[in-house]
């Protein structure tokens, strides 16, 4: 990667960590996971189909701990399940929505539902099934509302949050490359 390389790499994963930060920092106080999370997941995305990989992988991962740092975030022992859904969102998104699969909005939709399904799988699954029942000690009311947060609501959002970045990012790739 030569320094002019490096250097928009650099810019434009900054610029999404931070516009993810205000996204969260922004949508939070109002209280509707389903606009915060849509808004994260399309960020995500985002990021992976204008940054790369790595970019993508980088905001997964910074997403919540930033979150954290801010005071809008989960609980510290959630951030790695949440990064691993993250992750696999972006992953997803990536290896999927750059193949060739004939028509041209074939590839976007099998990306938006597999990436989305396997994001709520990995949050449900660790989350739900297992950080809420053995990590942390909630009371039965915080336990279902912590679970409430990580169980369907996640897929709605990656859902949600796929189709915005699908309906911008033909114009956002546009901008990025001129």
Same mark, same amino acid.
């Given at each position: 990667?030569?320094?002019?390389?490096?250097?928009?790499?650099?810019?434009?994963?900054?610029?999404?960590?931070?516009?993810?930060? @205000? @996204?969260?920092?922004?949508?939070?106080?109002?209280? &509707?996971?389903?606009?915060?999370?849509?808004?994260?997941? &399309?960020?995500?995305?985002?990021? @992976?189909?204008?940054?790369?990989?790595?970019?993508?992988?980088?905001?997964?991962?910074?997403?919540?701990?930033?979150?954290?740092?801010?005071? $809008?975030?989960?609980?510290?022992?959630?951030?790695?399940?949440?990064?691993?859904?993250?992750?696999?969102? @972006?992953?997803?998104?990536?290896?999927?929505?750059?193949?060739? &699969?004939?028509?041209?909005?074939?590839?976007? $939709?099998?990306?938006? #539902?597999?990436?989305?399904?396997?994001?709520?799988?990995?949050?449900?699954?660790?989350? #739900?099934?297992?950080?809420?029942?053995?990590?942390?000690?909630?009371?039965?009311?915080?336990?279902?509302? #912590?679970?409430?947060?990580?169980?369907?609501?996640?897929?709605?959002?990656?859902?949600?949050?796929?189709?915005?970045?699908?309906?911008?990012?033909?114009?956002?790739?546009?901008?990025?490359?001129?």
């Amino acid at each position: 990667m030569n320094n002019k390389t490096r250097i928009r790499w650099i810019t434009r994963t900054a610029i999404l960590i931070a516009l993810l930060v @205000v @996204v969260q920092a922004a949508t939070t106080p109002l209280g &509707m996971t389903i606009v915060t999370g849509s808004a994260v997941n &399309m960020l995500l995305i985002i990021s @992976v189909m204008i940054g790369g990989l790595a970019s993508g992988l980088t905001v997964s991962a910074l997403s919540p701990i930033l979150a954290k740092l801010v005071g $809008i975030g989960p609980f510290w022992s959630l951030i790695p399940f949440i990064v691993i859904g993250n992750a696999a969102l @972006v992953l997803l998104w990536h290896y999927i929505a750059n193949r060739n &699969m004939g028509a041209t909005y074939i590839a976007p $939709i099998a990306a938006l #539902v597999l990436a989305s399904g396997a994001k709520f799988l990995v949050l449900y699954l660790g989350i #739900v099934q297992i950080a809420v029942p053995l990590l942390l000690s909630l009371s039965a009311q915080q336990a279902a509302a #912590v679970s409430g947060m990580f169980s369907v609501s996640q897929l709605m959002t990656a859902l949600l949050g796929g189709a915005l970045a699908n309906a911008l990012l033909s114009a956002l790739k546009k901008a990025v490359n001129r």
